[in-house]
């Protein structure tokens, strides 16, 4: 059964950063698109970024672009999300997925693995 683990979440000023992790097992990595999505009390899930199977292509949603970057390393079956200069409307629960082709989505109905979550609390 593949899984998909996130951690690197926490409390943190605002302006400051956290570096996500999700590491994948039971999964052929490298074959999958990976993306991050987020969570925040009250809201539908929502889009935060996405990166293809290749690590090539990235995509983000307007609102983090210039400030979140997506990345990965095959061979630790590990992608990551480098959060800079966070604001409190960052705040949420983010979850990491996993997607079994070549493109990237920024849906939550093109993934087929998912996170349990982590928590990103940004103070003002």
């Known amino acids: 059964q593949a899984q998909l683990v996130e951690s690197g979440g926490g409390l943190v000023q605002a302006g400051g950063s956290l570096r996500l992790s999700c590491a994948a097992s039971?999964?052929?990595?490298?074959?999958?698109?990976m993306g991050w999505f987020r969570q925040a009390p009250g809201k539908e899930r929502e889009f935060v970024a996405a990166?293809?199977?290749?690590?090539?292509?990235?995509s983000y949603s307007d609102s983090v672009k210039g400030r979140l970057t997506i990345s990965r390393d095959d061979a630790k079956k590990t992608h990551y999300l480098q959060m800079n200069s966070l604001k409190p409307d960052d705040t949420a629960v983010y979850y990491c997925?996993?997607?079994?082709?070549?493109?990237?989505?920024?849906?939550?109905?093109?993934?087929?693995?998912w996170g349990q979550g982590t928590q990103v609390t940004v103070s003002s």
């Open positions: 039971e999964l052929s990595f490298s074959r999958y698109s």
């Open positions: 997925a996993a997607r079994s082709t070549l493109y990237m989505s920024d849906t939550t109905t093109g993934y087929n693995y």
């Open positions: 990166i293809s199977r290749s690590g090539t292509r990235t």
